[in-house]
């Protein structure tokens, strides 16, 4: 079964401090793997989109690593600040198409002052 | 470009009523979507479209039906709402078939059924 499990489900971190989510998937096949950043009542915003022969890739302060092999991702986010205060969403697509996304529940990041 | 914009933000129907979704996006992309999002899930994807006048189902397509008349405009009709469609909807376009074009969404319809 195609599925997207993240961890930790929620995370507080104090500001200025750096922190990695996980990705781990079992879906194939693979074609892409996407986070996204979703603030509180508004939609998901695309921060990185990865292919299978990317390792990584960087989008500001947000760096995402993807291992195709062991099939896990992270997302690291540096020097984090009040507005990094969201849900971060991992998100497969099993088709080059991208008509078949498999979306994780997302893990729910505070930072505090 | 005012991206990908949904009417209304918020919807109260009662069960039986029927009622349109409204998404439309003005950066000429072939492809959208729609989702729902409800607590403790990931967006699960309802129906889609690769271009005007074709239209297929995602993974919850059952209540839902859509149409693509136009590249700008994907509505979606819900037509006898049912408590279970309370939920979060969102709706997306890219530029590709999603395939690495990024998809943008838009701030979403917050739809509660009593």
């Known amino acids: 079964k195609n599925q997207v499990e993240q961890s930790p489900q929620s995370l507080i971190i104090l500001e200025g401090k750096n922190c990695t989510l996980q990705c781990n998937y079992t879906v194939s096949p693979f074609s892409n793997l996407r986070w996204y950043k979703q603030d509180t009542g508004r939609g998901p915003v695309s921060l990185t989109i990865m292919t299978f022969s990317e390792n990584t890739k960087s989008n500001g302060r947000y760096t995402a690593t993807l291992d195709a092999d062991t099939k896990q991702s992270s997302l690291h986010i540096t020097a984090s600040q009040l507005s990094d205060s969201a849900s971060y969403i991992c998100?497969?697509?099993?088709?080059?198409?991208?008509?078949?996304?498999?979306f994780g529940k997302g893990t729910t990041l505070s930072v505090s002052s | 470009n005012a991206g990908v914009t949904q009417t209304p933000k918020f919807q109260v129907l009662k069960t039986g009523q029927s009622m349109t979704l409204q998404c439309a996006q003005d950066?000429?992309?072939?492809?959208m979507s729609w989702y729902r999002q409800d607590p403790g899930m990931g967006l699960r994807l309802i129906h889609y479209s690769v271009g005007a006048g074709i239209t297929d189902q995602g993974e919850v397509p059952n209540g839902y039906n859509v149409s693509r008349s136009t590249t700008e405009d994907f509505p979606l009709r819900l037509l006898s709402a049912a408590p279970s469609q309370t939920s979060v909807y969102f709706c997306?376009?890219?530029?590709?078939?999603?395939?690495?074009?990024?998809?943008?969404f838009g701030p979403g319809t917050r739809l509660t059924v009593l």
């Open positions: 950066m000429n992309h072939e492809y």
């Open positions: 998100v497969v697509s099993f088709n080059q198409a991208g008509t078949a996304l498999i």
């Open positions: 997306a376009s890219s530029y590709s078939k999603g395939g690495l074009g990024t998809q943008y």
